[in-house]
Structure formats: structure tokens, C-alpha cells
């Protein structure tokens, strides 16, 4: 078993080679396996109960490990490697050049901007490039650099130290920049579906639930708008950014895995959407289902979402169809 890997002494999952580690509709941890002819899903807590594992021995500590590791990763299986995310707290996702490119020069023009007294974030990708191409402002930077290592206390190469910081926390923001674009791939699917919302006007359970859907949709924009505003909120003072670069860089850290846990799940409904022909279909009423399905457990109000995913477990133990341990 190679270091880093899912790796469990329990008897249950080598009786179960093909089971797996995934997060249920609810987005509790289970563990899912085959059992005679039934799906069955097994809970964490229940596995600990039922084979008695302290959280401290290293069956326990493991499985923490997995319950961490599956807000990065949809699935697990037994010697499957682990996000980094939980071993060394790097991120297990790759970046562009554009993306570190978008990120110094916001960092750059920022500081640009506070010699002149009218600080600003820069956020749209084709403002800064635009700007960034601009000799006058070009000249700036050099001015605001040397201002800044005098203020930043910097006596010798202060220019250089300065540009270290400003790269070293461009390298924190590329990852926010790189984010920011994986939301901006959300908005074509909200556009599809108020498209659909007008082929549908007239045939009401459709479209109740396309105004489901967009209810919901409007929720998780929100949030996500949210996340990036707190963040640029919070680099919004370039000076007091750079005097505390490492207090900044965990900030900034924290905010990345969060959102980028959120965002990744959408890669499979954003992909469907993508594809979709906007016409009535039956396989758009088939797709929009499933967009409530995956919106509903994240952004539907707590009270609400416990209560459908309460009616929900009933029917599916009527079914018969599956058992929930």
C-alpha cells in the first residue's frame, strides 16, 4: 500500500473489493457496497459502532481522513490516493499561467493605485489586461514599489522585496482567479434554463420545477458572490496585505478549499447542461430533476432540506430498493 493511500485493517472492506467511499444525497459519508443483490450504505458512525473504532487508532483516524478527503474527491476506494489537500495542505488542482498571470497583475495595479490614494481591486480579467498593457501605468509600479518597501521598512533591494511579496501572494490569488472562472461557468446553465422556462410556460409541472431550479440557483450564486466579495474584501488594503503575507496566504488558503469543494461538484451537471439542446425534451424535464436533486442538499434552506430528505429515505425504504445502515 503506498504512503498516503486509503488504507483500512477492517474485515468489511476486503469482503467488499468492489464498495466505495462517497458522499450520500443527504452529503453524509457512507461507505457503498454490494450485499447479495441489494445496494447497501453503510455510515461511518455506524462502521465505528459496529466494529468498535476509536477515533484515535488508525482505522479511525483514517476514516477522518476520507470524510475530509471526499469534499475534494467524489470517490474512494480501498488504495486510492488521497487529496493533498489533507496531507500537506496543497492543493491537488493545477492552475494556469493566465490564471498567475491575472493575479500579479491585479496585485501590481492595486498597488498602483494606493500611491495615488484611490486603492482599488481589480477583478475583470479583460480590465486588467487592458490596463496592465498601459506604459503610464507601467511607471507606476516602479514608483508604488519603491514606496511601499520605504513604508514596508525595507532599506536595501526594497524594490525586490517587495516584488517577492507581490509574487508569493500572487501565487496564493491565482488560485481564487482560477475559481472565480470555474463559477463563471455556473452562469450559461442559469441561461439554459430560463430559456426552457419560456418553452415551458404553459405546462405547469415543468415548470414549477424549473422555477425550482432557479429559485435555488439564484441562492448558490449569491453565496458564491459572497465568498469572492469577502475575499477581495479582504485583500482590498494592498499594505497591510503585504505586511502580513502569512497571515494572508492561510486566509486565503481557507478560502480556496472551500470554494473550490463547492465548485468541483459541479463539473458533471455543468457538463450535462453544456450539452443539452434547448427545446422541449423529455430528457431537459429528466435533467432539470436532477439539477434540483444536486441544488436541493446544498443551497435549499436546512429546515427545508431535512424535511424533503426525510420523505425522501421513507420512500426509498418502501422501495425496497436499498438499505441505509
Known sequence: MSEGAVALSIPLFNAAP???????????????????DADVALSIPGICKEYHIDEDSDDGRMLGLIIRALDFVSVLRIGDKLPT?????????EITPAHRLRAYQR???QLATWITGEERVFTNADELNQI????????????AFDEAAKRLGFEENGREQVMALISSLAEEIAFIEA??????????????IQSLHRLYARENSVREIIEAVQRLLKTAKERYSNSFGEIDGQTGEILSVLKKPAQQARYIRKMRDDLYCSLVAWSEITSKWNKAPVKRAESNVVLLRETYRFLAPRFMPMVEWVQSSRRAKASKAKAGTSVVW
Not at 179 to 192: G, H
Open 107 to 109: 496585485l501590481t495595479l
Open 85 to 93: 489537500e489533507v496531507l500537506t495542505g496543497e492543493p491537488s488542482w
Open 179 to 192: 475559481l472565480r472562472d470555474r463559477f463563471d461557468d455556473i452562469l450559461p446553465v442559469e441561461q439554459r
Open 18 to 36: 468492489d464498495g466505495y467511499f462517497h458522499k450520500s444525497a443527504a452529503r453524509d459519508v457512507v461507505f457503498a457496497m454490494k450485499l447479495g
Open 132 to 143: 496592465a498593457e498601459d506604459p503610464n501605468n507601467k511607471r507606476k509600479w516602479n514608483e
